[in-house]
């Protein structure tokens, strides 16, 4: 997932291929979620204007899906911007849009490089939001590479977790309203289905704020948490590293605890089946669930 800049600047040495190798013995993520956060703080710290300090954050995103992918990571996901962040003053804002369409329109220069590493770009949150002009350049890269799916980056960008959850009730409102499904039907397994972004394994937090600020809580719920003090453009590949030793380490007490979440909701849905007759049941949510996700490309 080296696509944000080039392979060579981005330093690697033995030794990294050294730890690579020993940790891909283990468990691996197959999902991660980064809150990226710290940079205005890196920026203060270095005495560099604001903007200066989200594009250090930017290259370090760079560097970290360059990690990610050498450990075979399949998806990972980015707390690029909240709806929140619209609170912040209007030259900030305007300078994060800015630096949201100078990068992402040079990703989509490279949309060669995303289909030769078979990388699937997709971005969640409210987008209407955004200024139209980003709004195309998403749209387009986007569609550059939804046919992609060796790995995928999901970049939620005026995202609450809150305002997720809510479309995806909405979805389900309207399913039943629509009469596509029914009351019954509906399900813990089913709303998973409808929200956009999956299940995350590890979840890293900079810059030592122990909290997820509205990001992913639906799908952090049997995620390991890894809370790094460092600022995001300070986080460096051993902190990293750490992360996923942790990961490893807490695994069998993860799966063990998702397994029993697994039998107790499928428990559910058998009950779901028998009231509405299990065939016409399946048969329903096969066709809601495929017409919501063509919705989401």
């Known amino acids: ?79 690029a911007f909240s709806l929140e962040n619209f609170k912040r003053t209007e030259q900030e804002v305007g300078e994060l849009m800015e630096l949201a369409r100078n990068k992402f329109a040079e990703i989509l220069k490279q949309k060669h490089r995303l289909n030769e590493y078979g990388v699937c770009v997709r971005f969640v949150g409210d987008i209407k939001r955004l200024p139209q002009d980003l709004q195309d350049i998403i749209r387009d890269l986007h569609d550059a590479t939804e046919k992609n799916s060796r790995c995928f980056l999901n970049v939620c960008v005026a995202y609450t977790a809150r305002h997720e959850m809510i479309e995806g009730v909405k979805c389900l409102m309207k ?77 069998t007490a993860k799966a063990d605890l998702e397994k029993s979440n697994n039998i107790e909701a499928n428990g559910n849905m058998e009950y779901s089946s028998v009231k509405s007759k299990e065939l016409s049941h399946e048969q329903r949510v096969k066709q809601f669930l495929s017409a919501v996700k063509m919705k989401q490309l």
């Open 1 to 79: 997932m080296a696509l944000l800049g080039s392979d060579d600047n981005i330093k690697e040495r033995w030794y990294h291929r050294l730890i690579t190798s020993v940790l891909q013995m283990g468990h691996i993520p197959q999902h991660i979620g980064f809150i990226m956060d710290g940079n205005r703080r890196f920026a203060r710290q270095k005495s560099m204007k604001t903007i200066d300090g989200h594009s250090e954050g930017f290259k370090k995103l760079a560097e970290v899906l360059k990690w990610c992918q050498d450990l075979n990571v399949k998806q990972v996901t980015v707390y």
């Open 175 to 251: 399913g039943v309203y629509e009469e596509q499904i029914l009351v019954s039907d509906i399900n813990e397994h089913m709303f998973e289905q409808v929200l956009q972004v999956p299940k995350v394994d590890l979840l890293i937090r900079t810059s030592g704020e122990i909290r997820l600020s509205d990001f992913l809580l639906w799908q952090s719920s049997f995620s390991l948490l890894s809370f790094v003090d460092s600022l995001w453009p300070d986080l460096s590949i051993w902190q990293f590293y750490l992360a996923i030793l942790d990961y490893q380490r807490a695994y």
